[in-house]
């Protein structure tokens, strides 16, 4: 009589532990808070939006300060716009790879030299976050804003 109640106490704990440690998440990702409601704030794709930056902190040869534009013209070039409208370099290539969590990285490529910036978006909204970017050289953090 001991045997089938003790087998049937760890198939009711299994049961439980299974239950209890499925997430609940119809979002396909690990990790949810239990309700299904895990939400990749990132967007899919940058192409035809464009980004403001408000640098609040950088080095050499990023700026220290300022306002700058990102118009993600396809799904792999860009033009850059100062704070008066007018462009800055020539349009070069990105790569746009959204992350798992609120987060995405965009790798640049300037039009005319071999420049490559790396920048990691952490977004706080559908359309805001921090923006931290380095040449390998200088760094450069600000928030940004998606229109």
Do not use: W
């Not at 106490?9 to 998440?25: E, K, Q």
């Not at 490529?109 to 490559?116: K, M």
Request: charged share 20%.
């Amino acid at each position: 009589m001991k045997k089938p109640r003790l087998l049937l106490c760890m198939l009711a704990l299994a049961t439980f532990a299974i239950f209890t440690a499925c997430d609940d998440d119809d979002e396909g990702t690990i990790g949810g808070d239990g309700g299904g409601n895990n939400v990749n704030l990132a967007p899919t794709t940058l192409s035809g939006r464009d980004m403001t930056v408000v640098v609040f902190d950088g080095t050499a040869p990023f700026g220290t300060n300022g306002t700058y534009t990102i118009s993600f013209d396809t799904d792999t070039t860009h033009t850059i716009l100062d704070e008066t409208g007018q462009q800055v370099g020539t349009p070069g290539t990105y790569t746009y790879t959204r992350g798992a969590d609120d987060d995405a990285t965009i790798t640049f490529q300037d039009g005319r030299s071999a420049a490559i910036i790396t920048s990691d978006l952490f977004f706080n909204t559908a359309n805001s976050g921090t923006i931290d970017s380095s040449d390998g050289t200088g760094t450069e953090s600000g928030d940004f804003t998606l229109q």
